[in-house]
């Protein structure tokens, strides 16, 4: 069967480095589940190496294309290819609550609403690896006080510990890219349960960050705390300069001012 094309509307860059694709597959750690769902294989550069590993491997393709051509050159993902959009489709139609990993060379268009959808399903996967655009997998990995901190930041932190673990140059890929791109890793915390309600949590932060150049007086204003609250120095400042615990604790303040979510 002939290569598939690259589809710009998919966001599809084909990864032609084996020695690449073999360290995104090494970073698993395979630990705490017997499965891991590859998003968007393309033409299976990356999961030739899950297949060799002591684990379940099963992949999710959204394009046609791709899907024939790994049912036609792997036969080892017999019955292991979905054919459906990861953002949309319920994954326990395969997993029932089981565990199991997420790694992939993940589409920049939608990479983000990716870790966004994996949070969502965070008691189910221990850990998650990949390669994003590059400045996407820093802002996962990114710390307090900087410009690149933000909503991805705080949400993926609060549930797993992320590690940026290297860069990878544009002419690696089918068609390049324009940008650079970089692996990173998210390990889900021992404790991952917050000490707070989690959609207030999310609504602080998602409130916070809309308006990040506002002092947290101003930019939670919607949320109606009470004078007393905002009163508290922590509202002093920007959310930037919040680390995960701190907007935790904020959140448990706003919790005891009586907001609910």
Known sequence: MEKVKAKKHLGQHFLKDESIAKAIADTLSLKGYEEVLEIGP???????????????????EIDTESVAYLDA???????KIISEDFLKYD???????????????????ISTQIVFRTLEFRDQIPEFSGMFQKEVAERICEKKGSKAYGILSVLA???YDTEYLFTVDENVFIPPPKVKSGV?????KEDYSLPCGEKLFFT???????QRRKTLRNSLKTL???DKLREDTIFDKRPEQLSVDEFIELTQKIETDGVQS
């Open 204 to 210: 602080v932060v998602k409130t916070a960050f809309q």
């Open 157 to 159: 932190q609060a549930f």
């Open 42 to 60: 393309g033409m299976g550069v990356l999961t030739k190496y899950l297949l060799e590993k002591p684990i379940i491997t099963r992949v999710i």
């Open 184 to 188: 990173m890793k998210m390990t889900r």
């Open 73 to 79: 050159n792997y036969p080892k993902l017999k019955d």
């Open 224 to 226: 109606n705390l009470s």
């Open 91 to 109: 994954i326990n139609q395969v997993y029932e609550n089981k565990q199991f990993a997420i790694i992939g060379n993940f589409p920049y268009n």
